[in-house]
Nanobody, 124 residues
Framework: QVQLVESGGGLVQAGGSLRLSCAAS????????MGWFRQAPGKEREFVAA????????RYADSVKGRFTISRDNAKNTVYLQMNSLKPEDTAVYYCAVRSTGYGSSWYGNYKYWGQGTQVTVSS
């Protein structure tokens, strides 16, 4: 059974930083792409960032480009999302997800397993 556990969310002031982590219980973690998505109240889930199996190919939503960085440590079965220069509009529940191939995607339908989410709240 695949489990994804996100951590690192919390309350931060605008301009601050947070680092999210997602620990995956997958035997072959290093062969799968990972993604981060977020969902704000009353809004649809939206793509934030994705990383391929080896970590050398990343993609970002335009809204977070230059502020967020996705990375992974295959030895620890963990993917990270470093979030800098946070804005109130970044407030959402953040989810990590596993894709069943090694290449990242911005479409949530391409991801097979999801974590339970971690709340990020940015105050103005």
């Amino acid at each position: 059974q695949v489990q994804l556990v996100e951590s690192g969310g919390g309350l931060v002031q605008a301009g601050g930083s947070l680092r999210l982590s997602c620990a995956a219980s997958i035997r072959t973690f290093s062969t799968y792409a990972m993604g981060w998505f977020r969902q704000a109240p009353g809004k649809e889930r939206e793509f934030v960032a994705a990383i391929n199996w080896s970590g050398d190919d990343t993609r970002y939503a335009d809204s977070v480009k230059g502020r967020f960085t996705i990375s992974r440590d295959n030895a620890k079965n963990t993917v990270y999302l470093q979030m800098n220069s946070l804005k109130p509009e970044d407030t959402a529940v953040y989810y990590c997800a596993v894709r069943s191939t090694g290449y990242g995607s911005s479409w949530y339908g391409n991801y097979k397993y999801w974590g339970q989410g971690t709340q990020v709240t940015v105050s103005s």
